[in-house]
């Protein structure tokens, strides 16, 4: 059902639509066809990585940082790319941001995690792939990859005698404990 310009606008305002929702709703679908269109050029821009053209991306993904440097798929476009180029400390931490901007970024998580696990942050990689479980679920696609991980972990970690629960406390608990400023010298 369409809204007449000058009828009242049904939000209950008291005012007509014109001067009420209707700039919103415009506002609105702007939003959302920016969104699209940069979600399509981030695709892109992924696609050529995968393709080989990696400098063709990372130019797209400089391009579009410095226009929409809050967006999680921008960030995440930015981090695939420094992976490529085995800058790991960096690309973590545009996965950081993405998940910042959007806690519900299964991808990011799923880089994210495979990069701590690189730097032997077990902690961190569990958690975010318990993260993508608690998201997707076990049945969706990067769930069942998530899945697959933790039972690895709890496989590496049972071989050591300790349960992954066991491990994660033990270290949770070393890296709580407060450092001593005197070192050894003999």
């Known amino acids: 059902m369409k809204i007449e310009r000058n009828s009242l606008c049904p939000c209950g305002s008291g005012k007509k639509y014109k001067k009420c929702c209707i700039t919103s709703e415009h506002r609105s679908v702007k939003i959302v066809s ?22 063709s991306a990372e130019l797209e993904a400089e391009r579009l940082y410095d226009l929409y440097p809050d ?19 960096e690309a973590i931490l545009f996965f950081e941001d993405a998940i910042h901007i959007n806690p519900r970024f299964c991808e990011a998580y799923f880089n994210l995690a495979n990069l701590y696990r690189q ?17 997707e679920g076990e049945r969706g696609d990067l769930g069942k990859l998530a899945k697959e991980e ?30 001593s400023g005197n070192l050894c010298t003999y």
């Open 34 to 55: 920016v969104f699209s269109e940069l979600q399509e050029v981030c695709d892109d821009a992924l696609a050529k990585i995968e393709a080989g053209d990696l400098l």
């Open 71 to 89: 967006d999680h798929m921008v960030n995440f476009l930015q981090g695939v790319c420094l992976v490529q180029r085995k800058r790991y400390d």
């Open 119 to 135: 730097e032997m942050k077990t902690v961190e990689s569990v958690a975010c792939f318990r993260k993508i479980i608690e998201i």
């Open 150 to 179: 933790l039972d690895w972990f709890e496989k590496m970690i049972q071989e050591t005698g300790e349960t992954l629960e066991e491990y994660l406390q033990a270290n949770t608990l070393f890296e709580e404990e407060p450092k």
